[in-house]
């Protein structure tokens, strides 16, 4: 062949690879499912959400450091995954590091266009490093991010299908306590107070179509039982984020067993969260077909712990860990879901209960 002809069908192949990525960009974007990655950063939490109008919303963003560990986990799910080279919306649930550790990382990598956080304290009495650490934050959302107080909704945009996200907790302040008695909330056994920043924490209330969704950042017992009696203001929901990464110092029974999720996701790490007592909670939710843990904890007994089907990383340390993530995909009328473990995990169909 002649180099000139070479050439002609190299362009040739060129093309059509790029209308080939652009049609798989397209379809992603008009599948109109609502996508949720529940991203591996070790113990930490990280949330990223592509809805259907292809919108992107991250709660939390893991631990800095460790090489740019979970702000690269993030960003591979982003753009690989998701196919998306922006966050519409970034949120912190509070001020721990674990929560906020790369949301100045990730603007330095990609536009963020809204931050969203529960205010900014002065001090962190339990963090005397907080206004050294806040720093790169105020600096990365330009002192423009937006408090969220309870009732407030994102301003998420619905395809088809409604879709909204409530803020039913926020710096220790709950929604009203309507709806129907919580036939849970006598066995409530209050505990000393929690002075730290966990129970500050936002609290996500997704809803699409009929299908629920409940994120809690790490919000404490008390707090817990403070949205959750009397009454039961958020009904049940189908997917549930457990609470601080499965420790029992959140998870209270009043709220876990009132809300009775059908599948729940663990993110926890090889040796943070994923207690024993909590697993024991979750055990006894009535309705719980799944239970999903982002790592094996190595420190627990086989037998404590969800069966290893459902477990997404098993190795003992986090430096070979390959940080596979869970995904939740809801059907575009909201009336089903999918959930699997990685790209290519195993799909298990669960029913949005009517
Ligand atoms: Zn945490």
């Known amino acids: 062949m002649t180099g000139h002809r070479i050439r002609w069908i190299w362009a040739c192949?060129?093309?059509?690879?790029?209308?080939?990525?652009?049609?798989?960009a397209r379809a992603d974007e008009a599948d109109g499912r609502l996508d949720i990655y529940f991203i591996d950063v070790e113990g930490?939490?990280?949330?990223?959400?592509?809805?259907?109008?292809?919108?992107?919303?991250?709660?939390?963003s893991g631990y800095p450091d460790n090489n740019g560990r979970d702000r690269d986990r993030i960003l591979k799910v982003l753009r690989q995954e998701a196919g998306k080279s922006h966050l519409d919306h970034a949120a912190v649930t509070h001020w721990h590091l674990d929560?906020?550790?790369?949301?100045?990382?990730?603007?330095?990598?990609?536009?963020?266009?809204?931050?969203?956080?529960?205010?900014?304290?002065?001090?962190l009495s339990e963090d005397k490093k907080f206004e050294e650490r806040i720093?790169?934050?105020?600096?990365?959302?330009?002192?423009?991010?937006?408090?969220?107080?309870?009732?407030?909704?994102?301003?998420?945009?619905?395809?088809?299908?409604p879709l909204s996200v409530k803020i039913?907790?926020?710096?220790r302040d709950v929604i009203p306590n309507d709806g129907p008695p919580n036939p849970f909330a006598k066995a409530h056994q209050p505990r000393e107070r929690d002075a730290s920043d966990n129970a500050a924490s936002l609290s996500f209330l997704l809803a699409f179509g009929e299908f629920r969704f409940l994120c809690c950042g790490d919000l404490t017992w008390n707090v817990e039982a403070k949205l959750m009696t009397p009454n039961n203001p958020l009904g049940q929901v189908d997917l549930?984020?457990?609470?601080?990464?499965?420790?029992?110092?959140?998870?209270?029974?009043?709220?876990?067993?009132?809300?009775?999720?059908?599948?729940?996701?663990?993110?926890?790490?090889?040796?943070?969260?994923?207690?024993?007592?909590?697993?024991?909670?979750?055990?006894?939710?009535?309705?719980l077909k799944a239970l999903y843990q982002l790592h094996r904890n190595i420190k627990v007994r086989p037998e404590d712990q969800t069966p290893p089907k459902f477990i997404a990383n098993t190795e003992s340390s986090s430096d070979t860990c390959a940080g596979t993530f869970v995904k939740a995909?809801?059907?575009?009328?909201?009336?089903?879901?999918?959930?699997?473990?990685?790209?290519?995990?195993?799909?298990?169909?669960?029913?949005?209960?009517?």
Not at 107 to 114: G, R
Not at 140 to 152: P, T
Not at 274 to 279: I, K, R, Y
Request: proline fraction near 7%.
């Open 135 to 161: 720093g790169p934050y105020r600096a990365a959302s330009q002192n423009q991010s937006r408090k969220l107080s309870v009732g407030d909704m994102l301003p998420l945009k619905s395809d088809k299908t």
């Open 329 to 354: 995909s809801v059907a575009p009328d909201g009336k089903s879901y999918t959930v699997q473990i990685g790209k290519r995990g195993e799909r298990s169909t669960y029913q949005t209960r009517p």
């Open 44 to 60: 930490g939490a990280a949330t990223l959400f592509v809805t259907p109008a292809g919108e992107t919303l991250l709660i939390d």
């Open 240 to 287: 549930f984020m457990v609470t601080h990464h499965g420790l029992p110092t959140s998870n209270n029974p009043v709220l876990v067993h009132a809300i009775d999720p059908v599948v729940a996701v663990m993110c926890n790490g090889p040796v943070k969260g994923g207690h024993p007592e909590t697993l024991k909670t979750l055990q006894g939710v009535k309705s």
């Open 99 to 123: 929560h906020f550790g790369n949301h100045a990382a990730l603007a330095s990598e990609i536009e963020i266009k809204n931050f969203w956080d529960r205010g900014i304290p002065e001090v």
């Open 13 to 24: 192949a060129a093309l059509l690879a790029i209308a080939g990525t652009n049609l798989a």
């Open 168 to 171: 039913v907790t926020a710096s």
